[in-house]
Every structure is written in structure tokens, then in C-alpha cells.
């Protein structure tokens, strides 16, 4: 049995960091996980409880293969809990495929850095189990690797997701400026014609008013 730990601390509060995990696949740094697929989600007293299929290819050596068999496609179990009043996010992990052999149990968690609250620390485990094949102890090291790499690219693959996410904001907030010029222009531009129209009325009824006075003046008034 191998076990793995590691710590990181990302610039970005736990809201935000939060959001982009939930996004962070595909991403071009982790091109294994080709899929996720939710099989449950609930949320109990306010905390989001969520089940998801992982997909994803190992890409192990044949001579692995021979030993336990090949899989283009090798299915994990995730389920993670995520409470927004504690500013908290745990994802627990485990393999279905090659689980006769093979267990790898793996733990991410959230949350906000206990010395400064607008970041965000990263907390990673994984247990690996290999057993009942020929090389266990050097297949056990050859995924204890093979995850401590990908968790590097895992990192990466967030604030690659937290660059796309401000990126939407920014265009979010300009098209929003921009519908709000136009908005006002067009109210700009109807009560300019209002006020046009109404002037325009006004003058007319002025000019018939005056035209009236003067056609009375013009008559003859009747003696008395």
C-alpha cells in the first residue's frame, strides 16, 4: 500500500475556486478524464450532495495490461459534499475498473486558507492498493506517480477554469454596459420625439387660438 499527500494554496477565495472544480473537466491539462456523469444529487440542509461517474483512460503499459487485464475506458466512483456555510468542498474518489486488483481511494478538499480567508487550500490523499498480481509493489509506485502528476495538471486545469470564468465576467459586464447604453439611448431618443410631438401640438393650438382672436377682432362688434 502507497499513500500520497499534498498540500497547495491557490490566490482565489473558496467561492471562486469552489465553482471552477465543478468545471474543471475537459480542460487540455488533464486529457485522461474524458467525461463526468452525475448519477445523484441532493441537497440536505443546505449542503449540495453529489454522485458522479468519472471516465477516464489510465494509459497503463501492456505488460500491465497483461497482468490485469486491458480497458480503454476505466470508471471511478466520486461522491462529494459541498456546504457553502462552512466553506467547505470534499470529493472522495474511487475505481470500479480493475477493483479485483486495484484500489485507489483518493480525497480532494476545499477550503479557505486558515491564514488568509481570500485564499484557498487544497488538501490531496490518495491510497493505493495493488494485490493478488505478480509487481504489486512496482505498480503501486507507477500510480502513486501517475497521480502525483496528474495533480499537478489538476491545478493547473483550475486556474486555467478561474481565467475562463473572469474572462465571462468581463464580457458579461460589457455586454450588459453596452445593452444599458442602448436602453438609455432609446428612452433618450422616444421622449425627445414625445417632446417634439408635444411642442409641435402646443404650437398649432397656439397659432388656432390667435387665429380665433383675430377673426373675432376683424368682425364687426354690435352697437348697443
Known amino acids: 500500500m502507497k499513500i500520497w499527500t499534498s498540500e497547495h494554496t491557490f490566490n482565489h477565495p473558496w467561492e471562486t475556486v469552489a465553482q471552477a472544480a465543478w468545471r474543471k473537466y475537459p480542460n487540455p491539462m488533464n486529457p485522461a478524464v474524458i467525461g463526468t456523469d452525475v448519477i445523484d444529487r441532493k441537497v440536505v440542509e443546505g449542503v449540495l450532495v453529489t454522485h458522479r461517474l468519472v471516465s ?50 483518493e480525497m480532494v478538499h476545499y477550503e479557505p486558507h486558515p491564514d ?38 489538476g491545478r493547473l486545469a483550475i486556474e486555467w477554469v478561474i481565467g475562463k470564468i473572469n474572462t465571462e465576467v468581463k464580457e458579461f459586464k460589457c455586454t450588459a454596459a453596452r445593452s444599458t447604453d442602448e436602453i438609455l439611448s432609446q428612452t433618450k431618443r422616444s421622449i425627445g420625439g414625445i417632446t417634439t410631438s408635444a411642442r409641435k401640438s402646443m404650437d398649432e393650438i ?16 354690435p352697437e348697443i
Open 116 to 153: 488568509d480567508k481570500g485564499k484557498t487550500l487544497l488538501r490531496q490523499e490518495a491510497v493505493v492498493t495493488v494485490e493478488g498480481v505478480p509487481l504489486s509493489n512496482y505498480m503501486e509506485d507507477l500510480l502513486t506517480n501517475t497521480i502525483m502528476s496528474n495533480a499537478g495538471k
Open 206 to 221: 397656439s397659432l388656432a387660438a390667435k387665429k380665433s382672436l383675430s377673426d373675432l377682432s376683424s368682425k364687426d362688434m
Open 56 to 105: 477516464s483512460k489510465w494509459g497503463f503499459p501492456r505488460w500491465v495490461q497483461s497482468l490485469i487485464g486491458p480497458a480503454n475506458i476505466c470508471y471511478a466512483s466520486e461522491h462529494s459534499i459541498v456546504d457553502p456555510k462552512t466553506r467547505s468542498m470534499t470529493l472522495k474518489t474511487r475505481n470500479l475498473t480493475f477493483g479485483k486488483y486495484v484500489a485507489v481511494d
